[in-house]
């Protein structure tokens, strides 16, 4: 049987950051992942607080750099925010993942591509965990960073919850007769948004709602978007839930630490994940390197708190479009651009505006 610190299940944003960490800090880092890299359906932009995070420069990577994003409360009302710096990269998910993984393994961490995870077993002295092949694996830790549907929070008997959901498409460049810049059609579907991603030879087209149930995220939904938007319909779809749910879920279960989406890291606003995927693997990896694994829900209680008050915006400005969309479109959306350019969480732009501390 194979012997590690820390098996990490899942090479995502979280599994990674966390396998970065640890290798960095001198354990022995198996990462155990079903298809590294193959298209994890994400739109792929990141903030500037997220590159304020990661460990390296994913420079490489970056397809586009945006400074301005259209805000309309579709189909009426589109107005443009300008910020006075870039405030998000776009970047091809699957490029990012490999890369990320890339460099975990340059630090040292060891990584296995398996077809899945048939057992996860705590006992006295650590975790052993048998993959769908059959291979017996044994840590000291684990981390779950096995996305929003994790197998790992199933085999565990932890609760499930629901969260946000998201489909995603392809428009090629060629197929458009204007290239448009990164967009937000808010009330492109009930509780949600439809977005456009600009990524050089495509565009990322794609629709969210940020609470499981509101309406339906199918191919159907994202095919009318795209034609009354764009006049093209999307090709290479698919969909996949985001994790809201940190809130409310347990982060450790003994000698395990969830992480990501599987964590429930992800914000409801406008479903942001990656940020809260590099934190959560980050802060797990710490709490890891120091021994205390309690250390791990202490060090994520800020972004708990945000997402709880995230949480209530979300249900307030969904609720009221008439009215939030044109204050976004005013001063508010012009501030908020400024501050994300500067690499400040939502609520570190409030604590701002309030005159507190900044924390970034
Ligand atoms: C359509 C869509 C668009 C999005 N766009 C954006 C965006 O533009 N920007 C943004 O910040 N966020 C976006 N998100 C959210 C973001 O994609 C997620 O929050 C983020 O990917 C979570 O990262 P993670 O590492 O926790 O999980 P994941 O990215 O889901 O990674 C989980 C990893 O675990 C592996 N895995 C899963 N199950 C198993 C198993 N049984 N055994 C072994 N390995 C397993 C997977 O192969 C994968 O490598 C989007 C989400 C969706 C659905």
Redesign the pocket.
Known sequence: MNTWDVIV???????SAAAWDLAAGGKRVLV?????GAG???????TMKTLNRYRFSIAPLVRETVDALHVSRFPRQESVLKAPNPFCVMTERSEL?QYCLAQAQEQGAVFKL?R??ESVRQHQNGVAVTTREGDQFQARFLVA????NS?VRHLLGERSWQGAM???GHIDRADLKDYPGMTLDFQAIKGGYGWLFPKEDHVNV?LYIWKHGLAATDRRALDQYCLDRLGVKPHRVS??P?GTWLPQARLRQERILF????AGC?EALL?????G?VLSGQLAAQALLSGDLDNYRENLQDWREELIKVKQLSALFYGLLPISVPMLQGRLGTTLVADFSRGYTLGQCKRRWRGAPSLA
């Open positions: 299940i899942g090479a995502g944003q979280a599994g155990l992942s079903r298809a590294a994890k359906p994400c739109a792929g932009g990141v993942d398996v899945g995870i960073a096995d996305g929003a197998r998201a489909i995603e794609g969909g996949f985001l992480a990501g989406d599987a992800s479903g942001e994940g990656i940020y995927a």
